[in-house]
């Protein structure tokens, strides 16, 4: 039976910022800077997790509550970035069943695949629906999908990363595998942990799913969204199936 996608974030927590950092970077926060001040509203985001995205976004005077089911995860939040609590909230909770009063927010942003670690379809529709429940009408949702996930190969024990992280250098050691018929990847991490002349491991697991843009569009429609803008990358080109990243913007009706 496959785990469920929120399982594995605590642990992750801790080297989140490090790894990210050291992929991804900073390269989305300026797209979702521009979508958010746009906004006429307060703004929501999914999986606000350490806040990565939510800080730059609360700097650049945006609105913003962030929700998250890891409380690891929000606890790395800097005392910073919480500084302005009438503009910058976060909450722990599940974003199949948001927990906020209907019409409240005016976007509602998905960044980074975080819808992609809901592992059941069933949780995705209550996800969307959930969203509908909570924005007014014409609003916006962002969505960011990572195409590339089910196109990793499978290996073992692959060293992927090192460096160091504060007083530590960190190690990560990972393993992929692929559930083709019903498009989960597993990434298995092991961080090795030396510190002081000390080794320690820290193994999880994260489990994503991969949801074609065709697919994401038929669900938004489902849900009473129509689709306004599905992009290629962070500059706003067209989206091909060949794209580095999938984002799609769509409007509640």
Same mark, same amino acid.
């Given at each position: &039976?496959?785990?469920? *996608? ?5 642990? =992750? ?47 650049? *005077? ?10 690891? &995860? ?6 910073? #970035? ?27 942003? !998905? ?13 995705? !529709? &209550? ?27 499978? =290996? ?8 160091? !992280?504060? #007083? ?47 697919? &994401? ?11 306004? #803008?599905?992009? *290629?990358? =962070? ?19």
């Amino acid at each position: &039976m496959a785990r469920e *996608g929120w399982q594995g974030w605590d642990e =992750y927590a801790p080297f989140y910022d490090w790894e990210n950092a050291r992929t991804l970077g900073r390269r989305d926060v300026a797209f979702w800077t521009r979508v958010a001040r746009r906004t006429k509203g307060r703004v929501l985001e999914l999986g606000c997790g350490t806040g990565r995205i939510s800080r730059p976004l609360v700097e650049a *005077g945006v609105n913003l509550l962030g929700i998250d089911r890891s409380a690891e &995860m929000l606890a790395r939040t800097p005392r910073s #970035a919480t500084a302005s609590p009438q503009r910058y909230r976060r909450v722990r909770g599940d974003i199949r069943a948001l927990p906020f009063t209907p019409a409240s927010f005016a976007t509602v942003i !998905a960044p980074y695949g975080v819808l992609q670690s809901l592992t059941q379809p069933a949780d995705l !529709a &209550m996800t969307l629906q959930s969203v509908a429940h909570v924005l007014r009408r014409r609003g916006t949702l962002g969505i960011d999908l990572v195409p590339d996930v089910p196109n990793w190969r499978e =290996y073992d024990n692959r060293v992927q990363l090192r460096g160091r !992280a504060g #007083a530590s250098h960190l190690t990560l050691i990972e393993s992929v595998r692929q559930d083709r018929r019903r498009r989960l990847t597993t990434f298995e991490q092991c961080y090795v942990e030396r510190r002081d002349g000390r080794t320690r491991e820290h193994r999880f697991e994260l489990v994503f799913r991969t949801v074609t843009v065709p697919q &994401m569009t038929k669900l938004l429609s489902r849900a009473g969204f129509g689709v306004t #803008a599905v992009l *290629g990358d =962070y500059h706003g080109r067209p989206w091909d199936p060949r794209a580095d990243v999938w984002i799609i913007l769509a409007e509640k009706g």
